[in-house]
Nanobody
């Protein structure tokens, strides 16, 4: 497995921006699929955005056009740029990796958007 450490969460007003970072403990060249999920209080964990090693990305409909996922393989880091944040984006955000070593999750970082 790979260890994942997230950072960048916090409290922001609606309409604001945050950038989450997730640093992997090993080369991301060996990790085909990296993603961000989120889980709001009382709700199921959901996929927010995914980045495939070939360069393609996918987004949940609820964040399309506002969030951007990117990978920096040289820094073993995946980012989630979140713009135009809404109160309904409030959740714990988790980094996720799926490669030949299996599936790994980060510990999560809280994002709170005030109205």
């Amino acid at each position: 497995q790979v260890q994942l450490v997230e950072s960048g969460g916090g409290l922001v007003e609606a309409g604001g921006s945050l950038r989450l970072s997730c640093v992997a403990s090993r080369s991301m060249l060996s990790i085909a699929f990296m993603a961000w999920h989120r889980q709001a209080s009382g709700k199921k964990r959901e996929l927010v955005a995914a980045a495939i090693s070939g360069g393609s990305t996918n987004y949940a409909d609820s964040v399309e056009g506002r969030f951007t996922i990117s990978r920096d393989n040289a820094k073993n880091t995946v980012y989630l740029q979140m713009n135009s944040l809404k109160p309904e984006d409030t959740a714990v955000y988790y980094c996720y990796a799926n490669g030949y070593m299996g599936v790994s999750w980060g510990q999560g970082t809280q994002v709170t958007v005030s109205s």
